[in-house]
């Protein structure tokens, strides 16, 4: 349930939450602003979110502390329409999703190793509540308004609440135990990590692949309206390449066994490269759909590729501290720069843009060879501390 939840979350934000703002009197720079903004601020808060969730070896409270962020930003948005308060509604809110989108990552891969079962096959609930809110918010906008987007936000960040506060409890604490010495260790151990050139060769590579979206991301629904298409159209074409991405995440245990975390990563990149292309020349709709297919290589593959490399090369003890790092640098430092230059050359020369995202899929390529080059296929650091695995 708190994949589907946080699946519902993006289904709404990503095809129409642009259009929200613009629809809010925001201009296509100040759009920009704003979400490369909350995602260049996810390079402090992510990590931060990680590691004291590491040091308290508690992801669920956290998780929550931030899920309440996301519910209180998007539902103020409801209520104003001032462009200062949206900025201090929407950024806090789009920032504590993406630190807590990683967090219950990790806990998705723990449970999957500590149960024995495929974490593909839990991911795809998070794609098929994406799939479904889409549909939702497509036929929403276009009976109702484009209002609706922020009531259907606040909607999906009440059930993530819900369905966290349904994860197991974390144990009662020793109260010998402090947590400034448990926070110092793991800011060690983090030090130790970001000191790995593997492990940054890997955020590299992940990173760019993954902010080669920027443009689709920030500024694809947008680019369809003005080329004409409804907000119907766009809520059944946005999450097309989303049934890709459920196909290959429910059969991730038998492509981990067939292809490394490293090849996935190159696939990924180069499937980058094909899609952007074909989407920056403003196709017909039937070439349309055929680049949305491709989204399960853009995205699914090189996901499952940073997921399982950090499963394999990094103690369990730091599992969401790296996963915050690779989200951070992904999601937030690299999209956010890749959101924020395709505001300005979007204003410029269109969907041509994507061409930008086509460069950027090439030098994820290059990357994950180097990477592959680099890597043993085992842990990239050794601590002196016994991995922790009562809790989530």
Same mark, same amino acid.
């Given at each position: 349930?708190?994949?589907?939840?946080?699946?519902?979350?993006?289904?709404?934000?990503?095809?129409?939450?642009?259009?929200?703002?613009?629809?809010?009197?925001?201009?296509?720079?100040?759009?920009?602003?704003?979400?490369?903004?909350?995602?260049?601020?996810?390079?402090?808060?992510?990590?931060?979110?990680?590691?004291?969730?590491?040091?308290?070896?508690?992801?669920?409270?956290?998780?929550?502390?931030?899920?309440?962020?996301?519910?209180?930003?998007?539902?103020?948005?409801?209520?104003?329409?001032?462009? $200062?308060?949206?900025?201090? @509604?929407? &950024?806090?809110?789009? #920032? /504590?999703? =993406?630190?807590?989108?990683?967090? %219950?990552?990790?806990?998705?891969?723990?449970?999957?190793?500590?149960?024995?079962?495929?974490?593909?096959?839990?991911? $795809?609930?998070?794609?098929? @509540?994406? &799939?479904?809110?889409? #549909? /939702?918010? =497509?036929?929403?906008?276009?009976? %109702?308004?484009?209002?609706?987007?922020?009531?259907?936000?606040?909607?999906?960040?009440?059930?993530?609440?819900?369905?966290?506060?349904?994860?197991? @409890?974390?144990?009662?604490?020793?109260?010998?135990?402090?947590?400034?010495?448990?926070?110092?260790?793991?800011?060690?151990?983090?030090?130790?990590?970001?000191?790995?050139?593997?492990?940054?060769?890997?955020?590299?590579?992940?990173?760019?692949?993954?902010?080669?979206?920027?443009?689709?991301?920030?500024?694809?629904?947008?680019?369809?309206?003005?080329?004409?298409?409804?907000?119907?159209?766009?809520?059944?074409?946005?999450?097309?390449?989303?049934?890709?991405?459920?196909?290959?995440?429910?059969?991730?245990?038998?492509?981990?066994?067939?292809?490394?975390?490293?090849?996935?990563?190159?696939?990924?990149?180069?499937?980058?490269?094909?899609?952007?292309?074909?989407?920056?020349?403003?196709?017909?709709?039937?070439?349309?759909?055929?680049?949305?297919?491709?989204?399960?290589?853009?995205?699914?593959?090189?996901?499952?590729?940073?997921?399982?490399?950090?499963?394999?090369?990094?103690?369990?003890?730091?599992?969401?501290?790296?996963?915050?790092?690779?989200?951070?640098?992904?999601?937030?430092?690299?999209?956010?720069?890749?959101?924020?230059?395709?505001?300005?050359?979007?204003?410029?020369?269109?969907?041509?843009?994507?061409?930008?995202?086509?460069?950027?899929?090439?030098?994820?390529?290059?990357?994950?060879?180097?990477?592959?080059?680099?890597?043993?296929?085992?842990?990239?650091?050794?601590?002196?501390?016994?991995?922790?695995?009562?809790?989530?």
């Amino acid at each position: 349930m708190s994949q589907a939840s946080t699946g519902m979350i993006s289904g709404v934000f990503l095809p129409f939450f642009g259009a929200f703002l613009a629809w809010r009197g925001l201009s296509a720079g100040q759009i920009g602003l704003l979400l490369s903004t909350a995602l260049l601020l996810r390079a402090l808060t992510g990590p931060v979110s990680g590691i004291i969730a590491d040091a308290h070896n508690d992801r669920r409270s956290v998780m929550l502390v931030l899920y309440w962020i996301v519910f209180v930003g998007f539902g103020a948005l409801a209520f104003t329409a001032s462009p $200062i308060l949206i900025f201090l @509604a929407a &950024v806090p809110a789009y #920032v /504590a999703y =993406g630190a807590a989108t990683p967090l %219950l990552e990790s806990v998705c891969v723990r449970l999957s190793e500590r149960y024995n079962f495929d974490y593909g096959r839990v991911r $795809i609930w998070a794609s098929t @509540a994406f &799939v479904m809110m889409n #549909v /939702a918010g =497509g036929i929403g906008a276009r009976q %109702l308004g484009i209002f609706v987007v922020a009531p259907m936000l606040a909607m999906a960040a009440a059930l993530c609440i819900f369905s966290t506060l349904m994860l197991p @409890a974390p144990p009662a604490r020793d109260p010998k135990s402090k947590l400034m010495p448990r926070l110092r260790a793991t800011f060690a151990e983090t030090r130790e990590l970001l000191g790995s050139g593997v492990f940054l060769v890997f955020l590299l590579a992940a990173s760019v692949e993954q902010a080669s979206h920027g443009f689709y991301y920030g500024y694809g629904g947008l680019h369809w309206r003005q080329l004409g298409y409804s907000e119907t159209l766009i809520g059944i074409i946005w999450p097309v390449g989303v049934l890709a991405e459920i196909v290959l995440f429910s059969q991730a245990q038998r492509i981990l066994r067939v292809f490394d975390p490293c090849k996935l990563l190159l696939i990924g990149g180069f499937v980058c490269v094909v899609r952007w292309t074909i989407l920056a020349f403003d196709p017909a709709l039937p070439i349309v759909v055929f680049a949305q297919f491709l989204h399960g290589g853009t995205f699914a593959m090189a996901h499952l590729g940073a997921v399982f490399f950090i499963l394999r090369a990094v103690p369990q003890r730091l599992a969401a501290t790296a996963q915050s790092l690779y989200f951070v640098c992904s999601q937030g430092v690299m999209m956010g720069l890749a959101t924020l230059l395709s505001g300005s050359v979007y204003g410029a020369i269109g969907g041509r843009a994507y061409l930008l995202m086509s460069v950027m899929g090439a030098v994820a390529m290059g990357l994950a060879v180097l990477l592959a080059r680099r890597w043993h296929g085992g842990r990239i650091i050794h601590g002196t501390h016994d991995e922790r695995v009562d809790t989530i």
